[in-house]
T-cell receptor
Framework: QKEVEQNSGPLSVPEGAIASLNCTYS??????FFWYRQYSGKSPELIMS????GDKEDGRFTAQLNKASQYVSLLIRDSQPSDSATYLC?????????????FGKGTKLSVIP | DGGITQSPKYLFRKEGQNVTLSCEQN?????MYWYRQDPGQGLRLIYY???????QKGDIAEGYSVSREKKESFPLTVTSAQKNPTAFYLC??????????????FGPGTRLTVL
């Protein structure tokens, strides 16, 4: 089982719709979860972080965490063409005395005007 | 203006050459990291450092070396022993590695191509 799994996509949604991006992880000891957005040819930029079960909202973005199901998701409301990018899920866990991130391969989102 | 800088943006290497990628941060972060990204792949950890003069191997350290002589700087050398070095290299930093909430921030990256 891969440590962090994401559907590679592409996920296509019409402009104005809700985009739902999903991520599952294998290590139950994982404590923090991050969503990064990566435009083609650019470096990842942080969108959201979430540490506790439930929902966390920031503008058009909502992160959802369910530790019992080992599942984290990112909802993007009122999707815009500028949201078209690859979204990376990252999971933080303690390894060799320090916290390290393990990344999924990313989901490519395409918002159609 | 705080941030992480990487240079060069593009780098071409001939087979058998060592090359060094620069990473500098002025965020006063203790921890720094090097990742490699291949097309369609997630980021893989090469090396990380929690403090000056200390660094640890990540998941794919073979063929790479690092140094951490200053808090602000964490250069990565890609040696001739790295058989498939063509990739996008990303440097990141975080306040520390001792809290699970510490967020990693990324530099703009260096794209290395072997000729």
């Amino acid at each position: 089982q891969k440590e962090v799994e994401q559907n590679s996509g592409p996920l296509s949604v019409p402009e104005g719709a809700i985009a739902s991006l999903n991520c599952t992880y294998s290590d139950r000891g994982s404590q923090s979860f991050f969503w990064y957005r990566q435009y083609s040819g650019k470096s990842p930029e942080l969108i959201m972080s979430i540490y506790s079960n439930g929902d966390k909202e920031d503008g058009r973005f909502t992160a959802q965490l369910n530790k019992a199901s080992q599942y984290v998701s990112l909802l993007i409301r009122d999707s815009q063409p500028s949201d078209s990018a690859t979204y990376l899920c990252a999971v933080s866990r303690l390894r060799a005395g320090s916290y390290q991130l393990t990344f999924g391969k990313g989901t490519k989102l395409s918002v159609i005007p | 203006d705080g941030g992480i800088t990487q240079s060069p943006k593009y780098l071409f290497r001939k087979e058998g050459q060592n090359v060094t990628l620069s990473c500098e941060q002025n965020l006063n972060h203790d921890a720094m990291y090097w990742y490699r990204q291949d097309p369609g792949q997630g980021l893989r950890l090469i090396y990380y450092s929690q403090i000056v003069n200390d660094f640890q191997k990540g998941d794919i350290a073979e063929g790479y070396s690092v140094s951490r002589e200053k808090k602000e700087s964490f250069p990565l050398t890609v040696t001739s022993a790295q058989k498939n070095p063509t990739a996008f290299y990303l440097c990141a930093s975080s306040l520390s590695k001792t809290r699970h909430t510490d967020t990693q921030y990324f530099g703009p990256g260096t794209r290395l191509t072997v000729l």
